[in-house]
């Protein structure tokens, strides 16, 4: 007999494991944002205008968010000598020391912004981690929902350098 709970349970699945390792492409112009870094120095998405820009929202208690940050820090340092911008918009909601220790620990050197709601509203972050690659007209190029891969999202960053 069918019952609501397994019905419920495969909703939740699909829509947990159906958003993982997609990518959409847009046009959309990117959502400016003020937001504070590591220092309590503020970045403003629009001030970077003419660069590229790779956006991760990402937590500290993520796995996958986790995993996928050596990949990311692979791109920065291979790409930040050509242009592009990483910005790691954290969405933890514990102290922001933790999330300082986190980036020490992991050896992040790209730029880790304090995420908060409305940018991740803006953004419309429906799961993390979530990358979007912003072009140098300031429009959003790509975004990828969950864990993406790593060589496409290389080529895609390649395409707007």
């Known amino acids: 007999m069918f019952t609501k709970k ?5 909703v939740l699945f699909l829509l947990l494991f159906g ?18 870094d590591l220092n309590g120095k503020t970045v403003k998405l629009s001030e970077l205008k003419g660069k590229p820009v790779l956006i991760d929202f990402w937590a500290t208690w993520c796995p996958p968010c986790r995993d996928s940050i050596p990949g990311i820090e692979k791109l920065n340092k291979s790409y930040s000598g050509k242009g592009l911008v990483v910005l790691g918009i954290s969405l933890d909601q ?12 992991q050896g992040i050197t790209y730029i880790i912004l ?3 709601d409305d940018v991740a509203t803006k ?3 429906r799961t993390i981690p979530m990358l979007v690659i ?11 929902l969950g864990v993406g891969d790593d060589d496409q999202l290389e080529k895609d960053i390649q395409s707007v350098l």
């Not at 397994?6 to 495969?10: D, G, S």
């Open 6 to 10: 397994p019905a419920l349970f495969l």
């Open 19 to 36: 958003c993982t390792n997609k990518s959409e492409r847009t046009a959309d112009a990117a959502a400016d944002f003020k937001l504070q």
């Open 94 to 105: 514990g102290g922001w020391d933790d999330v300082k220790s986190f980036v020490t620990q």
């Open 114 to 116: 304090k995420g908060t």
């Open 123 to 125: 953004y419309h972050v």
């Open 134 to 144: 912003v072009d140098r007209q300031g429009k959003i190029y790509k975004r990828y």
